[in-house]
């Protein structure tokens, strides 16, 4: 889709980022946050986790292969493998944060622990899918570590890693947008948000792999590709088989023209 289709897809991501801010911080309907309390970064942290940083993340692998740093793979993989740690370095500070929060009145997975009752249906929801993405995307980190290790190695595993990051993407989008809908926001506030959301995962969802055969002459066949650890690669990368190098016998990923 080339360029115009990836500066959409980031800057979608980068607005949304700034609007949560200014939802939870700004002195608007449903805002007003301190910026010192533990509640008040936990849906900033989230949003920037889920439909942000791992949307960009992913963007990494399907961007147009004229960007500067994205000429090859190894070099996606790099850029992949530090936007999605911090996403998940973001997540784990989110959770922290409403950890922290509802401590002191013990309420945890939509339940009062204190006074023995649930919390409205959609504020459960939230808890329990918001709790699966975090296991998911804890589970993605790991594998994504062994498919580093098994990759520079020649084998191939974990080969649902891409097919997982969209789970884990569209999980985050789900508890988020459930979190848009109770949060005592203006209707503008919340079109702004879901719609900036959906538009940061879906765009890196559409966005189709760059050209491989441009990809591969940009990448020569004796070069070391490092495999990513967190995140969601394509599943197009995921299928391509790894052969060995007819000069030096090192296992590479064979481009699919």
């Given at each position: ?188 506030t919340k079109v702004a948000v879901a719609g900036l959301s959906v538009a940061a995962v879906s765009s890196s ?39 060995p190098s007819a000069e030096e016998g090192q296992p590479i990923m064979q481009s699919v023209a």
């Open positions: 889709m080339g360029k115009p289709a990836d500066v959409a897809a980031l800057s979608a991501s980068a607005a949304l980022a700034i609007a949560i801010a200014a939802a939870i911080f700004g002195h608007g309907q449903g805002g007003g946050l301190p910026v010192s309390g533990w509640f008040s970064w936990h849906p900033v942290l989230m949003t920037m986790a889920f439909p942000g940083l791992m949307s960009i993340g992913r963007l990494s692998y399907v961007a147009d292969s004229s960007w500067p740093g994205l000429e090859s793979k190894e070099n996606r993989r790099k850029i992949h493998r530090i936007i999605m740690s911090l996403s998940v370095l973001a997540m784990l500070g989110g959770y922290l944060c409403i950890f922290k929060a509802h401590w002191p009145a013990q309420k945890f997975f939509g339940y009062d622990f204190k006074k023995g009752e649930w919390a409205a249906f959609a504020r459960v929801a939230h808890a329990w899918i918001g709790y699966a993405a975090i296991a998911l995307s804890l589970y993605q980190a790991g594998t994504g570590m062994a498919k580093m290790s098994a990759l520079s190695q020649g084998q191939r595993v974990f080969t649902n890693h891409g097919t997982v990051g969209k789970c884990i993407m569209g999980t985050g989008l789900a508890a988020v947008l459930l979190a848009t809908y109770f949060w005592a926001w203006s209707t503008s969802f559409l966005l189709s792999t760059p050209d491989s055969k441009d990809l591969r002459e940009r990448n020569p066949p004796d070069t070391q590709i490092q495999p990513s650890v967190v995140g969601s690669s394509t599943e197009e990368e995921e299928r391509q088989p790894i052969i």
